[in-house]
């Protein structure tokens, strides 16, 4: 059910509306009409240009958009003291042009002629706030309105300035600032001055040097600072332990004894060294520095050594070479590096991607875990096996006397010179070993003189291999007439075996 009482917006304002969207200019909303509609409840009608019955006419005080509703904007509208003896029924808006953008109806409202104002609230829904600005003209014939409680003041320090007002009206007694002058407080011991608040503290200030000292109440505590209430410390009174404490050096006349409770000495490294203190005692726990011996710590999984900041890190410094690694955390990543923590990275472990990077090659000592692990048996060839089958490389000795290996078959095939001398019988000839003995056996031999005469009257030679082992054989030389050697014979051989 639609309510009783309503504004909207006129033809006239809708045409305004259009032509400020395709133009680009802004509709000014700069006056108010009220009416009595006659005597007559009135239903708001779009085709008026006017009200029934206008009274009263002013300035529109406020315009703001409703922070209930973007599309809506609400006007405050006041009817001052000194206007009416009438009954308010209908409200407009009034552009600058003096054009009925917009009308409403209204509950009656008695407007007496007694020196009271009444302010109204007039809300309106537009169509495209953000293609169309309203704006009010305010004139300076407007007053202060009773229910904003000078809130709508436009300049608040003038307004201060006109009333005799100094800088202190603006502060708070719980921010009080004094910079200049001075206070004069009438206290005693039975009516002290008082500081207080949660840490009441008073700061002392010299204008010449702008030197500063805190004196502040913290807990169980009274203490005095340098500069700020975290600066230098330069006492604290503890009432529960009832301890002073003094920053820097306390100056003795002269020298409390051990046996009276004191240090024997009146400076603080005879009164370390007097007490067999050494230097890890002028160390604080937050940056200790060892630079010999050892430390040994006494933790367990419950109690572990404990590394801890934003991106804790370790540094392991070798002191002969100077070189360093770093094992640090940082995110989610645990990583060692080489040099700095930019430096070379040896390992990476990465907690959200279940990584473990590793900078450079892996030689693992024993590769039965990754085979029993990642290869079914029986269905892959080891490391060896490989090796053998796949990445045989042949070798040789390439001498005169020599052999070649072949990697994929295993045949070796050798070679070399015996010279059988004149004393060597046919039968009796000459032993002699291969460049390297055969690791399964020897197959054949074939051998060759070198020679082209065995004797004076130059018979052909006859050459044997009467017996041969995997490590060499024997050598025979004869002629072809049965006759022994009268000349020495090279014989050139070659063997071959596995």
């Not at 304002?13 to 009409?33: C, M, P, R, W």
């Not at 006397?401 to 000839?429: E, L």
Request: aromatic content about 8%; some cysteine; overall charge negative.
């Amino acid at each position: 059910m639609m309510s009783e009482y309503l504004s909207i917006i006129t033809d006239q304002g809708k045409d305004l509306e259009a032509a400020a969207k395709e133009s680009g200019t802004q509709i000014e909303l700069q006056k108010f009409v009220v009416g009595d509609g006659s005597g007559k409840q009135v239903t708001p009608d779009p085709a008026r240009t006017a009200l029934v019955n206008e009274v009263y006419r002013g300035d529109i005080s406020s315009l703001k958009v409703s922070p209930d509703q973007s599309s809506q904007y609400i006007a405050m509208l006041v009817l001052p003291p000194d206007v009416g003896g009438f009954v308010v029924r209908e409200v407009g808006l009034l552009t600058s042009d003096g054009v009925l953008y917009s009308v409403g109806s209204s509950p009656a409202i008695e407007k007496p002629n007694d020196g009271v104002s009444v302010n109204l609230q007039y809300r309106l829904a537009v169509s495209e706030t953000e293609s169309i600005t309203l704006q009010v003209a305010t004139g300076d014939g407007l007053f202060l309105r009773q229910d904003e409680n000078l809130n709508d003041v436009n300049d608040k320090a003038e307004s201060r300035k006109n009333l005799g007002l100094g800088s202190m009206a603006v502060q708070n007694a719980n921010a009080v600032n004094i910079t200049g002058g001075s206070a004069t407080l009438n206290n005693s011991a039975s009516n002290p001055l008082t500081v207080k608040s949660q840490s009441p503290c008073i700061k002392f200030e010299e204008t010449d040097t702008g030197k500063s000292y805190w004196m502040v109440v913290d807990g169980s505590n009274i203490r005095l600072h340098q500069d700020s209430t975290a600066g230098t410390a330069i006492y604290t009174w503890d009432s529960a332990s009832s301890i002073f404490t003094i920053a820097g050096t306390v100056r003795l006349l002269s020298a409390l004894s051990m046996s009276s409770g004191g240090t024997g000495a009146t400076t603080a490294s005879g009164a370390r060294s007097n007490l067999g203190l050494g230097t890890m005692a002028t160390q604080n726990s937050n940056s200790v520095s060892i630079t010999g011996g050892r430390a040994v710590f006494d933790s367990s999984a419950s109690l572990p050594v404990v590394l801890q900041g934003s991106s804790p890190a370790l540094r392991f410094t070798e002191t002969d070479t100077g070189q360093q690694y770093f094992l640090l955390v940082d995110g989610s990543n645990i990583r060692l590096d080489q040099d700095s923590t930019a430096g070379i990275s040896v390992f990476s472990w990465s907690k959200n991607s279940k990584s473990f990077s590793i900078g450079g090659s892996v030689n693992p000592s024993d590769y039965s875990n990754f085979d029993s692990r990642y290869q079914a048996k029986g269905s892959y060839y080891t490391t060896s096996q490989s090796d053998a089958r796949y990445q045989l490389k042949n070798s040789a000795a390439r001498s005169s006397s020599g052999w070649f290996k072949d990697a994929s078959t295993g045949m070796i095939i050798q070679w070399g010179t015996v010279t059988v001398p004149v004393s060597s019988s046919a039968t009796s000839g000459v032993s002699f070993s291969f460049p390297t003995s055969f690791p399964n056996a020897a197959l054949s031999i074939t051998a060759t003189p070198a020679r082209t005469g065995v004797s004076v009257s130059g018979n052909v030679a006859v050459v044997a291999v009467p017996s041969f082992t995997s490590s060499g054989g024997r050598i025979t030389v004869d002629t072809n007439r049965g006759e022994a050697i009268s000349i020495a014979q090279p014989i050139r051989y070659i063997a071959i075996g596995y």
